[in-house]
């Protein structure tokens, strides 16, 4: 079948979230499929990034966001009854640029990537076309969780946002042959929200061969951190646990580290990393891998987290036991849990670290090897897809 797949970022290089997932579909689809991509790229380093897929897609178009005009359409969007989301991923000429597609190369079925780029697969050139909407975790739910924890102006766009977008996703689930979730959790909030609608779930995977660490287990008893770094959930968790945590890890543990890794560090958690040398914020880095390998421990304290995290699958297929909120133990597969222990409390997640610190090189690698992750490569949990999106071209039975 040919596919047109619509991704709110370019699928590459897959070192955050969104795009692992994104590439890891492309790849699988294009093996088998037709694939042509159109991506929002949000800077000059990600619109580079699209000659990297030539060899995997039939065709890729990337069209460039700017920050200003997205936030000068967020502010207008305030007055409106649109969506942030829809505000700020659109673009003046990806209508035209769909139209010229579908000329020359009409998709058997859209596969739009989660809720942002749904509302283009249901309007002109493609709304008479079938789409399956990978919503990965459930947006609205997000939005709320961040009403609910944030104040002042921004809980109340954050509440707004969830409230809007919850509609839309309603009206997408409703209208598309199929939607995809990541896991069990946000199958169970997406069927509140459009009942009766498909909802399939295809789970993330790990890449196994990457990941596995090349060498014994680290004796530096270093905690390590990752995530990017201006998504206000990791950015909260990163602060918190700079200025709740590490001192008292410090002052049980004064050969401790802490290394914080993503890209774009906010200017608060730079300034708190400063005060204390045992502190790492390393900003971009060309590959996370070397950073888990040579830690004792991995760490996601991340009191808001929808669907899955990644990184809690890399650190524990790098060989680390990890430490998680209980807002990220829930989306995890059950797989995976025995190399986990849940902390939410500022002494709970100290507690847990300096145990961690205190065992044997040995005994932490044992416990990340208590993991099944041989059935979560991305083979596995993505063997669904295919049969999903040819269930989606049937004709559609009308009921009386």
């Known amino acids: 079948m040919r596919i047109l797949y619509l991704t709110h970022r370019l699928p590459y290089a897959p070192n955050r979230g969104d795009r692992i997932r994104a590439y890891h579909m492309l790849r699988h689809l294009a093996a088998r499929h037709a694939v042509d991509l159109v991506s929002f790229v949000h800077d000059d380093d990600e619109q580079l990034q699209a000659s990297a897929l030539a060899d995997v897609a039939s065709s890729t178009t990337a069209i460039r966001l700017r920050r200003r005009d997205m936030l000068t359409r967020a502010a207008a969007a305030l007055a409106s009854g649109r969506t942030l989301t829809h505000a700020m991923l659109d673009s003046p000429v990806i209508r035209g640029l ?17 809720s942002g780029m749904a509302r283009f697969a249901m309007e002109p050139p493609l709304g008479r076309i079938p789409f399956v909407v990978d919503l990965v975790d459930v947006d609205s739910e997000k939005w709320a969780d961040l009403g609910r924890a944030g104040i002042g102006p921004k809980h109340w766009i954050y509440r707004r946002e969830a409230r809007r977008l ?13 939607t995809l979730v990541v896991n069990a959790r946000e199958r169970q909030s997406a069927a509140t929200i459009a009942e009766g609608a498909r909802v399939e779930v295809v789970a993330n995977g790990i890449d196994l061969s990457r990941f596995r660490p090349p060498y014994q287990a680290s004796s530096a008893p270093t905690v390590v951190f990752c995530g990017v770094m201006n998504y206000a959930p990791n950015a909260a968790a990163a602060e918190w646990l700079v200025r709740e945590v590490w001192p008292h890890v410090r002052a049980a543990r004064p050969d401790a580290a802490l290394t914080i890794v993503g890209a774009h560090p906010t200017r608060r958690l730079c ?3 400063r005060t204390d040398a045992s502190i790492e914020v390393t900003g971009a880095v060309p590959d996370v891998r070397p950073f888990l390998w040579k830690a ?40 995976v849990l025995p190399a986990c222990s849940q902390a939410d409390s500022s002494d709970d997640v100290v507690d847990q670290i300096l145990s961690t610190l205190a065992m044997a090189p040995l005994e932490r690698r044992a416990i990340a090897r208590g993991a099944a992750l041989e059935c979560l490569d991305w083979r596995h949990r993505l063997a669904p897809l295919d049969a999903i999106l040819s269930a989606a ?3 559609v039975r009308l009921t009386a």
């Open 166 to 178: 919850r509609q839309f996703e309603r009206q997408a689930m409703r209208a598309a042959r199929a």
């Open 296 to 335: 004792a421990v991995a760490v996601a304290p991340l009191t808001v987290a929808r669907g899955l995290q990644n990184k809690v699958l890399e650190a524990v297929a790098a060989g680390l036991p990890v430490i998680a909120s209980r807002a990220v133990v829930e989306g995890l597969p059950a797989e």
């Open 393 to 395: 071209l049937r004709p």
């Open 271 to 273: 300034e708190l990393a």
């Open 98 to 114: 769909l139209a010229e597609i579908v000329s020359a190369n009409r998709p058997d079925i859209v596969l739009a990537y989660c």
